[in-house]
């Protein structure tokens, strides 16, 4: 069974800085699919930022910019920098790997003030 856990979550002053972490409990070297997604409350999940396996990377218009994505496959780890953070960025935060099936993690929470 694959687990991802997700960690780096907080509460950050809008300008603020905050970085994501993913731990997958398998290697990440051939997947070709990892991303972070968020959810605010009453609001449907979507798409952050998304890696590929050869580093390719694509990001929602709202991160453009501001957020960054990046993976250690040595650490089967994936990151999402956060900077220049605003209060519409609040949700919880998902990782997911698409291997054959989606996994999901349990989510990260990122709350920022204003």
């Known amino acids: 069974q694959v687990q991802l856990v997700e960690s780096g979550g907080g509460v950050v002053q809008a300008g603020g800085s905050l970085r994501l972490s993913c731990a997958a409990s398998i290697s990440i070297f051939s997947v070709n699919d990892m991303g972070w997604y968020r959810q605010a409350p009453g609001k449907q999940r979507e798409l952050v930022a998304s890696i590929t396996s050869d580093g390719s990377m694509d990001y929602a218009d709202s991160a453009k910019g501001r957020f960054t994505i990046s993976r250690d496959n040595a650490k089967n780890t994936v990151f999402l920098q956060m900077n220049s953070l605003k209060p519409e960025d609040t949700a919880r935060y998902y990782c997911?790997?698409?291997?054959?099936?989606?996994?999901w993690g349990q989510g990260t929470q990122v709350t920022v003030s204003s």
């Open positions: 997911r790997m698409s291997r054959w099936t989606v996994y």
